[in-house]
């Protein structure tokens, strides 16, 4: 069926309950989140200075956070995204590498990319992927340098993903919560932050568990 332009596909249903969640601890990122995505002066250097300190604070835990079911929708938007193996994937926000493995698997090679070095110290090294610190509005990549720029549970830069981006390629947006992830848009939003900067596209959207997932592909 579709939904805003979007493709939404049968959602996988989850197996176990969905830890509960107080709005306070997702809402106020949610809102940053959106302010990020639509307005160009909403990630100054204030905000990116406290950006950058809140992750290097949760990196020592960072590890606690992973687990096959925080995979599984990443699994997902990759397999029933259509995104096409091989090539070269950005992954924004990488941390400490808990969403790194199934892109190793599915991409050629790899970039992870994190603003914050406690959380790049602690991840593991593995052929085929470069850890690089960044911060995800100035990639250290050339315009169409990436096949798929990868977002779980990261913020959204439509310009600098629309830069780096080659024709043809794709944005995968990942929220492992869904709408409880603090770094989430709904799907709508998603495809309506991109379309400025991508023109043309198509999307794709589902369930996944908890997580929900949008891949946004560029014409």
């Given at each position: 069926?579709?939904?805003?332009?979007?493709?939404?596909?049968?959602?996988?249903?989850?197996?176990?309950?969905?830890?509960?969640?107080?709005?306070?601890?997702?809402?106020?990122?949610?809102?940053?989140?959106?302010?990020?995505?639509?307005?160009?002066?909403?990630?100054?250097?204030?905000?990116?200075?406290?950006?950058?300190?809140?992750f290097e604070n949760l990196a020592?835990?960072?590890?606690?956070?992973?687990?096959?079911?925080?995979?599984?929708?990443?699994?997902?938007?990759?397999?029933?995204?259509?995104?096409?193996?091989?090539?070269?994937?950005?992954?924004?926000?990488?941390?400490?590498?808990?969403?790194?493995?199934?892109?190793?698997?599915?991409?050629?090679?790899?970039?992870?990319?994190?603003?914050?070095?406690?959380?790049?110290?602690?991840?593991?090294?593995?052929?085929?992927?470069?850890?690089?610190?960044?911060?995800?509005s100035q990639l250290p990549v050339?315009?169409?340098?990436?096949?798929?720029?990868?977002?779980?549970?990261?913020?959204?830069?439509?310009?600098?993903?629309?830069?780096?981006?080659?024709?043809?390629?794709?944005?995968?947006?990942?929220?492992?919560?869904?709408?409880?992830?603090?770094?989430?848009?709904?799907?709508?939003?998603?495809?309506?932050?991109?379309?400025?900067?991508?023109?043309?596209?198509?999307?794709?959207?589902?369930?996944c568990g908890h997580g929900s997932?949008?891949?946004?592909?560029?014409?």
């Open positions: 069926m579709t939904t805003s332009g979007l493709v939404a596909l049968p959602p996988l249903p989850a197996t176990s309950p969905r830890p509960e969640r107080a709005p306070d601890a997702y809402l106020p990122m949610q809102q940053v989140t959106e302010q990020i995505a639509f307005l160009p002066d909403a990630w100054g250097a204030e905000r990116r200075q406290k950006v950058q300190e809140l020592a835990e960072w590890h606690t956070r992973g687990g096959p079911d925080r995979v599984a929708p990443t699994v997902d938007a990759l397999e029933r995204g259509g995104v096409p193996t091989g090539g070269v994937a950005l992954e924004i926000g990488s941390g400490t590498g808990l969403q790194t493995p199934p892109l190793a698997e599915h991409f050629d090679y790899v970039v992870s990319v994190d603003l914050a070095a406690a959380m790049l110290c602690l991840a593991e090294r593995r052929a085929g992927v470069g850890l690089v610190r960044a911060d995800a050339g315009p169409g340098g990436a096949d798929v720029v990868v977002c779980v549970n990261a913020f959204l830069f439509p310009d600098e993903y629309a830069r780096v981006l080659r024709p043809g390629g794709r944005v995968v947006f990942v929220s492992t919560s869904g709408d409880e992830t603090p770094i989430y848009l709904p799907p709508e939003k998603v495809v309506a932050a991109l379309a400025p900067a991508l023109g043309r596209l198509s999307a794709v959207t589902s369930q997932w949008t891949v946004v592909a560029r014409a």
